[in-house]
């Protein structure tokens, strides 16, 4: 008798243990599916939905804008849209380094204010991306460029924060 509770004690913890492995919670977090670039993306680069897959992680990884699928034709939302910045193969895609491809996509801007901002949205991708020796290099170019950029500034006094720890 007592082999027998013995071995449904272990099959019932077996069976917990494979459900919380393969459950879609991971670590007490949700997971997201969220839109990555199946290729490198130049600047500039008008979305096709050959260029686009998905990626399952946790919530908690998901970098902020970026474009989560809930059905499969959400995969078709950035289609069409220019990317502002470059775009690695495997990084998240999201709405802040994505223009309208009426607009021009790769502007080759005269004016400081406008390669100010360039420069700073090249930077936020890197700083998503924890290449922070990356986004300091832009977004100093960005305060050179521009030295009322406040965003710019902001990033980096968060990275030297992040960096100070």
Known sequence: ???????????VTAIAAAWYAFSPVESGRDVIHVIVARQDLPKGTVLTEDMLET???PRAYAQ???IEVRMMTDIKLPVGLATAV???KGDQVTQNCLVSSGAKAAPEAADSKTRSRDHYQEGLKYFQNSNYQAAVSEWRQAVKLDPANKDAAAGLERVRQITAK
């Not at 008798?1 to 099959?11: D, K, P």
């Open 1 to 11: 008798m007592w082999r027998n509770i013995a071995a449904s004690v272990i099959v």
């Open 86 to 88: 470059r775009i690695n």
């Open 64 to 66: 902020q804008g970026a």
């Open 55 to 57: 990626r399952t992680l």
